[in-house]
């Protein structure tokens, strides 16, 4: 490593106007967010990126969450957010992530049963991630 190279790389960037945004990003950084729309499921696209979410539907009447399993076996959930159908998600906070109840999937990939608070995961009845 160069010298210098590190405080460089720690020094806090400072853009006037939008230092709250950054400090609530950095602090987001390695959470989980949900912070992409999409007006409706088709307009999801293929890939997303890791530990982001995307809101389907209006600000107001959100439909569904969707983002890839924090599994890492790449397979997409899809949570229903709508009051008129069941089972239903609440999406407490979006930026970090907070969900009510738990995701609880069976998919080609196994089973994935996990907790999202405050944008970590917590995986329910394994030890190993
Ligand atoms: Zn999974």
Not at 48 to 62: D, E, K, L, Q, S
Not at 104 to 113: K, L, M, N, R, V
């Amino acid at each position: 490593m160069r010298s210098g190279e590190r405080e460089d790389w720690q020094r806090p960037q400072h853009v006037p106007g939008v230092e709250l945004g950054i400090l609530r990003r950095l602090r987001c950084w390695r959470r989980w967010k949900a912070d992409l729309h999409a007006d409706s499921v088709s307009d999801a696209p293929e890939a997303i990126r890791t530990r982001h979410a995307i809101v389907v539907g209006a600000p107001t009447h959100p439909k569904w969450l969707i983002f890839d399993c924090p599994c890492g076996a790449g397979h997409r959930v899809m949570l229903n957010l709508d009051n008129a159908h069941h089972p239903r998600w609440r999406l407490v906070t979006a930026m970090p992530m907070t969900l009510i109840p738990s995701v609880d999937e069976h998919s080609p990939a196994g089973h994935c049963h996990y907790i999202v608070r405050n944008g970590r995961i917590n995986w329910v009845g394994r030890k190993d991630r």
